[in-house]
């Protein structure tokens, strides 16, 4: 009689191994939760080539090995820019410090007539001095807002006028280390939210 009790205590014991070995095979199998929006396919995205305020041109396609947030903005924004930037600069506090290494913030002007490279440099400094931008002409950026299926338009004004607002996309593209775009995240998205997504592009 003890003999057999034993035998099911060992069976149920196993049992319970398998089932645990299996839970955590499932887990390490399972795909990460992003909070932010998915694209279907990951894709690289079109590559461009620009002069950044960093004194370096930026070059997209050269950024493999790190994580690139892109945002198209402009520094009068009132509303969409200084909250975006804001969030993703609390984003950069949560994270750990190896993680948000692997992390470059590339802001694309969508002003051409008042953003200068030097004043776009001059912006992103008041948010944090690791991010960068890039300032395309005219010409240029019609180019990668075509590329990038977004969409920035000044409201009328007069001609030398500078007091204007830019209806703009607020979304900001995430390339993760492979050159693939992977995410979007909303003006809504918070810095919590962008921080645990970042998180996990960081770790792959």
């Given at each position: 009689m003890r003999s057999t009790l034993k035998s099911v205590k060992v069976f149920v014991l196993v049992g319970t191994l398998c089932q645990l070995v299996l839970l955590a095979a499932c887990a390490q199998l399972a795909p990460p939760e992003f909070r932010g929006a998915l694209y279907g396919e990951p894709a690289p995205p079109p590559s461009f080539s620009l002069p950044a305020t960093n004194g370096e041109t930026f070059t997209l396609r050269e950024q493999r090995g790190r994580i690139t947030l892109l945002f198209f903005g402009y520094t009068n924004c009132p509303d969409i820019c200084p909250v975006t930037l804001g969030a993703i600069k609390s984003a950069y506090n949560l994270m750990e410090p190896s993680a948000r290494e692997q992390v470059q913030l590339v802001f694309i002007g969508v002003d051409p007539a008042r953003d200068t490279l030097d004043h776009i440099g001059g912006y992103l400094e008041?948010?944090?001095?690791?991010?960068?931008?890039?300032?395309?002409?005219?010409?240029?950026?019609?180019?990668?807002?075509?590329?990038?299926?977004?969409?920035?338009?000044?409201?009328p004004h007069e001609a030398g006028s500078h007091d204007y607002l830019v209806t703009h996309t607020g979304l900001t593209y995430v390339i993760d280390k492979n050159g693939n775009l992977r995410l979007g995240f909303f003006t809504d998205t918070s810095a919590a939210d962008m921080a645990h997504d970042l998180a996990i592009l960081a770790r792959e």
């Open positions: 008041g948010f944090n001095a690791g991010f960068i931008g890039v300032a395309p002409d005219e010409a240029e950026l019609s180019q990668m807002l075509q590329d990038y299926g977004s969409y920035a338009e000044a409201e």
